[in-house]
């Protein structure tokens, strides 16, 4: 994953919902692959009791609408960064 893209999202979330963890994910996700060629990051919500990958998964509203917000700040500071960079 691209430390640069990362960061960035990790200030949007902490913006958000005032924290942030980071975490390694042993799944094969598609970004994994992406970032061979592209700069990546990933946004993890967390999923109720832990399960992960299964029928029964399943996350909070609030999460999602936080998710949302950090997902929107993250993109606002990315356009931001192109704009001073162009």
């Not at 200030?11 to 390694?24: C, E, M, Q, W």
């Not at 094969?28 to 700069?39: C, Q």
Request: glycine fraction near 8%; hydrophobic fraction near 45%; avoid cysteine.
């Amino acid at each position: 994953m691209d430390e640069h893209l990362l960061k960035l999202m990790e200030r949007a979330i902490l913006r958000t919902t005032g924290v942030a963890r980071r975490i390694t994910s042993g799944a094969g996700h598609d970004a994994m692959i992406m970032a061979e060629k592209v700069p990546s990051a990933m946004m993890f919500i967390r999923s109720i009791g832990g399960i992960s990958h299964h029928p029964d998964e399943s996350v909070y509203l609030e999460d999602v609408e936080e998710a949302i917000r950090a997902g929107a700040l993250f993109l606002s500071d990315l356009a931001e960064q192109g704009k001073r960079t162009a």
